[in-house]
């Protein structure tokens, strides 16, 4: 089946550094993404990762590992704006051979001074 | 500011009430995804079309329905709304291509806040 694993929530230090990790079980890996969504408002992309490694954007970076199922948000010199919700979200492809993007719950970080 | 826009952005109304939610997909992008999100709930996905056609459901009521027009433009119809519907709904589109790729990047609007009292 079809399933995404990521801690409910999290806290961190303003100035920190902090990682989120996302497990998946999917039939057709084809992509994982990262949202990042402040309360009340809309997701807004992070990140896109199809092959293994490291993308780097500034204080923001995603991992991934397809042999692994695993992926990775690392943000550095956290700031009090970087409280939010991080969405990991994957494009499987589905026996009807359509595309379909199974999102996870969401993680909380919450970012003390 | 995604490019994707969603009128109202907020809406007030009684059980047993129908509305109509609109979107605006970015220029360019033949996709539009609705989804659902309770108070401190994930992001639910309803329904996706693709260039006027009716692509993927999700776990979209009986109650509820979508269409997308020539213009590329789509509205979700919600009708005999109860308490429980009360939520925020989004609206994302993307370009799609066959193969997906980056394109595929998934662009929110600002959603529409329910109310139904």
């Known amino acids: 089946g079809q399933n995404i694993d990521q801690p409910t929530e999290m806290t961190a230090t303003e100035g920190a550094i902090v990682q989120i990790n996302c497990t998946y079980q999917?039939?057709?890996?084809?992509?994982l993404f990262w949202y990042q969504q402040h309360a009340g408002e809309a997701p807004t992309f992070l990140s896109y990762n199809v092959l293994d490694g490291l993308e780097e954007k500034g204080r923001f970076s995603s991992f991934l590992s397809r042999s692994k199922g695993y992926s990775y948000l690392l943000l550095k010199e956290l700031q009090m704006k970087d409280s939010a919700s991080y969405l990991c979200a994957v494009r499987d492809w589905n026996a009807d051979s359509n595309y379909q993007l199974i999102w996870g719950a969401g993680t909380k970080l919450i970012i003390k001074p | 500011d995604s490019g994707v826009t969603q009128t109202p952005k907020h809406l007030i109304t009684a059980t047993g009430q129908r509305v109509t939610l609109r979107c605006s997909p970015r220029?360019?992008?033949?996709?539009v995804y609705w989804y659902q999100q309770s108070l401190d709930q994930g992001l639910q996905f309803l329904i996706h079309?693709?260039?006027?056609?009716?692509?993927a459901k999700g776990n979209i009521l009986e109650r509820f329905s979508a269409q997308q027009f020539p213009d590329l433009h789509s509205e979700l119809n919600l009708s005999s709304l109860e308490l429980g519907d009360s939520a925020l709904y989004f609206c994302a589109s993307s370009v799609t291509h066959m193969y997906g790729g980056a394109q595929e990047t998934q662009y929110f609007g600002p959603g529409t806040r329910l109310l139904v009292l």
């Open positions: 999917t039939s057709g890996f084809n992509g």
């Open positions: 220029s360019g992008d033949l996709s």
């Open positions: 079309y693709y260039n006027g056609e009716e692509r």
